[in-house]
């Protein structure tokens, strides 16, 4: 067994070798941890919206050892992660951190709020510190507006295609 | 003094709450590999997780130290609450799961339980034992069940 408390640590062994078979190979693994997630995730979103999150979110912060503030209101939730405890292990790591760790959170959330009509701005701030800002609003104008203020953007698989309007 | 603060800690000693939902992203990722770029993939991502990230549990192995990754196995079969006894001998040491707890969880929060989810055990405790004088074989004894023993190479 891999104890859960070192999953982060193998899932940067498999970004690694994701990363060598090219971009499409790692955002279709985060597609497939975003599928994975909906099982825990979608339905509080789909039933509760913002308060939903909220109570996902909350369970994450507890369980994952998170110093993670939570701010919901009528119209957003903004996650303050002060010390992310995944990207601290998959540097405090004997094996190599994957430069770009941070991106598989957007990978897996990005979709889902692509599904549910929500929009997400993920601010990463920086690869190599433990800490983000995440805020994902129902209005794409106030989403559009926030994204103008992140420091490091993430994006994610179908973002930009929705962005310049190429695809549906 | 408590024992405790007598031992060295684990090279990755944890403390906190666990979150076991990451079996089940453990399992997807399996089915996920192993769909996409076969089962040998798996096993070297395994071998590396061995080799890499436990590099200091190996280098124990390498040194002629096994009760490291006794300690090991105690330390997260306890946070995960799994149903376990190890049974330290002259020849060989023995870790018999009776429950385990990954392997259960994901049983109930995913829709099946990946037919390799147990690789990641015997593979990475072939990686970590690999070049040194044990061995540390897995033996699946059920569902969420096995034997892992660790002895001297022949």
């Known amino acids: 067994m891999i104890p859960s408390d070192h999953f982060t640590r193998f899932y940067n062994e498999v970004f690694k070798f994701l990363e060598s078979r090219g971009e499409e190979d790692l955002e279709l693994y985060w597609l497939e941890i975003s599928k994975n997630q909906e099982r825990h995730i979608l339905e509080l979103i789909e039933t509760k919206g913002f308060e939903g999150m909220y109570e996902y979110w909350s369970v994450i912060r507890d369980e994952e050892n998170c110093d993670l503030d939570l701010i919901v209101d009528d119209e957003h939730i903004e996650l303050h992660m002060h010390k992310c405890p995944s990207l601290t292990k998959a540097m405090d790591n004997d094996a190599e951190p994957m430069e770009r760790y941070c991106d598989h959170c957007a990978g897996w959330i990005g979709p889902i709020m692509d599904k549910t009509g929500y929009h997400l701005v993920y601010d990463a701030i920086s690869r190599t510190e433990p800490r983000c800002v995440s805020r994902i609003f129902k209005d794409p104008a106030k989403a559009r507006e926030a994204e103008k203020s992140a420091r490091l953007l993430m994006s994610w698989p179908g973002r930009k295609a929705k962005q310049d309007g190429s695809k549906p | ?154």
């Open chain 2, 1 to 154: 003094m408590p024992r405790q603060q007598l031992e060295k800690s684990l090279r990755y000693q944890e403390d906190g709450n666990v979150h076991l939902d990451f079996h089940g992203a453990v399992n997807t990722t399996i089915d996920f590999i192993v769909e996409r770029y076969g089962i040998e993939v798996l096993h070297e991502i395994f071998a590396k997780v061995g080799k890499d990230v436990y590099r200091d549990l190996r280098q124990h192995m390498l040194d002629g130290d096994p009760d490291e990754m006794v300690r090991h196995w105690r330390h997260f079969f306890d946070r995960e609450n799994a149903d376990y006894d190890i049974a330290v001998g002259e020849d060989e040491i023995v870790l018999t799961v009776r429950r385990c707890t990954a392997y259960h969880h994901v049983a109930k929060i995913a829709p099946a339980v990946s037919p390799y989810f147990c690789d990641q055990t015997s593979k990475v405790n072939e990686a970590i034992a690999e070049g040194s004088a044990y061995r540390i074989d897995t033996e699946i004894t059920g569902p969420g069940a096995c034997r892992q023993v660790i002895r001297r190479r022949a």
